[in-house]
């Protein structure tokens, strides 16, 4: 039986998101996936959608009700792959005990730094010319894997090198788990 992984888009969700797919091309033969857009998760519905409006639509209680839900749609612990928006809300849904096996986050914005992390192995991955790159000392405290990508921004999710080199370190990573056993 394939392993379950739970899929959360950056803020634009789909409307922006035709990079997903290739993610789910790689994926979908070796998970179980279920996908959440992150913008609807959040109930962000905007007539004019720049990225300051919607930003301003996920701190003013968006990203708190994007967490509900996923609370709410999620019971069973899963392998988790996130972007931008998504991973914070992943990991802020941990933090009030959703079930994680595992957190890929790509470049999760403004992680909370304090308090609970996800009990499970958490990586994050960010572009270096990213402003949310959290401190290595921080990752090295918390346990966390933090990795950062010379030459990329905070979109790196959206390349197709990055695409590919996220899907064969999860693959790896949840194989070599199951061989582990």
């Known amino acids: 039986m394939a392993e379950k992984l739970v899929i ?8 922006k998101g035709l990079w997903i797919t ?5 994926l979908q ?11 609807q998760l959040a109930d962000v519905d905007l007539v004019v959608c720049t990225s300051e409006k919607l930003y301003d639509a996920f701190k003013s209680g968006g990203r708190d ?4 839900q996923l609370l709410n749609k999620q019971k ?5 792959l996130t972007f931008c928006a998504g991973g914070t809300v992943a990991w802020l849904a ?5 079930p994680m096996k595992s957190l890929y986050a790509v470049s999760p914005i403004e992680l909370p730094m304090d308090g609970s992390m996800p009990d499970c192995p958490v990586r994050l991955l960010y572009g270096g ?18 990795e950062v990508m010379p030459q990329y921004g905070h979109e790196l999710y959206s390349d197709e090198m990055i695409i590919q080199k996220v899907c064969l370190s999860l693959l790896e990573s949840v194989i070599h788990k199951k061989f582990q056993l």
Not at 94 to 98: H, R, V
Not at 129 to 146: E, F, H, R, T, Y
């Open 8 to 15: 959360l888009s950056d803020m634009w969700g789909a409307k």
């Open 65 to 68: 009700y994007a967490v509900s």
């Open 76 to 80: 069973e612990p899963c392998h988790y």
């Open 129 to 146: 010319n990213d402003k949310d790159i959290p401190c290595s000392d921080w990752a090295d405290k918390k346990g966390v894997s933090l």
């Open 29 to 39: 033969q070796y998970f179980d996936i279920q996908f959440h857009d992150t913008q």
């Open 22 to 26: 290739s993610y789910l091309g790689y």
């Open 94 to 98: 941990a933090q009030k005990g959703l």
